[in-house]
């Protein structure tokens, strides 16, 4: 997002308290960014707040006397890289579909040749309501329109039910998703992340470092190229709700989560998801060993807990993937090493039949587990290697993509 020139636009709808939050991420992530509102949006959220926090004036009145910027609408769009309508009520959905333009908001829109994400926000039965679909079917047919859907839950009208607007995390997703070539279109990716946990009893277990933050950010890049994502998660406590889209939506990416706790599992839904995909990144810290037998009761201090645990190897899920795989599957695998790392690398990616490894060292500052950030090396199966110096989670997992996009 950086340097990228935002148009946030609010419709006049109680969501409209969120978006500061939404112009902060976005700032935050390096874009600039400028708004446009209905007439009434600044009932909901007050023209001071917006423009201290976009760092310009709010275009909100196309007809204000005293207005340095009378032509906006037109000088906007050109200087926009992308544009989002958030909260965007039925009203501004039914103008924008039809081509009416009668307030700043609207006739920026009908300028507006960059992508713009449509984040819409309502009492549910409106949403529901048949002009306000239709609408929305035309805006999801349009070339540079991304309709996203509206989430379930606690409205403001006091009842529950689809009208919530995302939230502004996710908005930023979808805006960055906005502005990303669709190149990964129509392929099926398999990603697995995180941790798992091998229990020894029903209070104790055995696991790993593991964050899921290195397999999220892959899901989250598949997700923004327009991938169909299927992602088999260990045990987390990181937060993700990626972007969902209107079901009229073609042309963007899928998420299939399936969340799981040990080996086994992740083994049981990874190979089955295997079948379906035609690349699989493998970005787990799978527990090699498990115990042998689960105590069905909490074992004591003293003699149970030093006694020995048997263990036995779990089952190694790239290696049966790899044996598995069809010739027009791609497998990749992550190395962690501590030692010999190339040496150790190159042996799983010829043991485990991978096209590509993507080593990582706990010796580098900055790398491996919990971390925002990594430092790689990816070793293909042909003897290249590409190095990606240290950079955020995110970019390292645009950089792993780039390498291995065939
Ligand atoms: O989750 P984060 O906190 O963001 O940290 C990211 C990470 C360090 C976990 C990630 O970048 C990473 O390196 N993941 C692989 C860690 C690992 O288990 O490496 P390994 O060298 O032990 O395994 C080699 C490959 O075989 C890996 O792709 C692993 O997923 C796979 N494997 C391993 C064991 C097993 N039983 N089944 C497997 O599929």
Not at 215 to 232: K, P
Not at 271 to 279: M, N, Y
Not at 281 to 307: E, F, N
Request: proline content about 4%.
């Amino acid at each position: 997002m950086e340097g990228k020139h935002i148009v946030v636009g609010i419709g006049s709808g109680i969501a409209a308290y969120k978006i500061p939050e939404l112009i902060r991420l976005l700032r935050k992530r390096g874009a600039e960014v400028k708004v446009t509102t209905t007439r009434h949006a600044l009932e909901f959220v007050t023209d001071l707040t917006l423009q201290t926090l976009s760092g310009h004036k709010v275009y909100s009145d196309v007809f204000a006397a005293i207005n340095d910027h009378s032509t906006e609408h037109i000088s906007l769009p050109d200087w926009a890289d992308a544009m989002i309508v958030a909260p965007a009520t039925h009203d501004v959905i039914c103008k924008m579909a039809a081509g009416i333009a009668d307030d700043a908001l609207t006739t920026t829109l009908a300028a507006m040749r960059k992508p713009v994400v449509i984040a819409p926000a309502m009492n549910d039965k409106m949403y529901a309501g048949e002009a306000l679909q239709e609408a929305l079917a035309t805006l999801a047919s349009r070339q540079n329109v991304e309709v996203l859907d509206c989430a379930e839950g606690f409205l403001a009208c006091g009842t529950n039910g689809r009208g919530r607007m995302q939230e502004p995390e996710t908005l930023l997703e979808a805006v960055e998703a906005a502005l990303t070539p669709k190149d990964w279109l129509g392929r099926r990716v398999l990603v697995t992340a995180g941790p798992t946990h091998e229990a020894i009893d029903p209070v104790r277990y055995i696991s790993n470092h593991s964050s899921g933050k290195m397999g999220i950010a892959l899901a989250q890049a598949l997700l923004r190229h327009g991938a169909d994502v299927m992602l088999v998660m260990g045990p987390t406590a990181e937060q993700w709700t990626p972007p969902v889209y209107h079901p009229a939506m073609q042309g963007v990416g899928s998420l299939r989560r399936m969340d799981v706790v040990s080996a086994q599992e992740m083994y049981e839904a990874a190979t089955a998801a295997w079948k379906e995909a035609d690349t699989a990144i493998l970005a787990a810290a799978v527990a090699d060993m498990t115990p042998a037998t689960v105590a069905d009761h909490k074992m004591k201090k003293g003699q149970d807990l030093t006694d020995t645990i048997a263990l036995r190897e779990s089952p190694d899920i790239a290696r049966f993937m790899g044996v598995d795989k069809r010739a027009d599957q791609c497998l990749v695998g992550f190395a962690l090493e501590t030692d010999n790392e190339q040496q150790n690398a190159l042996k799983k990616l010829e043991a485990k039949h991978l096209d590509f490894i993507v080593m990582n060292s706990l010796r580098e500052q900055g790398a491996g587990f919990g971390t925002d950030t990594n430092s790689v090396t990816i070793y293909t199966k042909e003897g290249e290697s590409h190095r990606l110096p240290l950079a955020s989670k995110s970019d390292i997992a645009e950089g792993i993509l780039s390498a291995i996009h065939g």
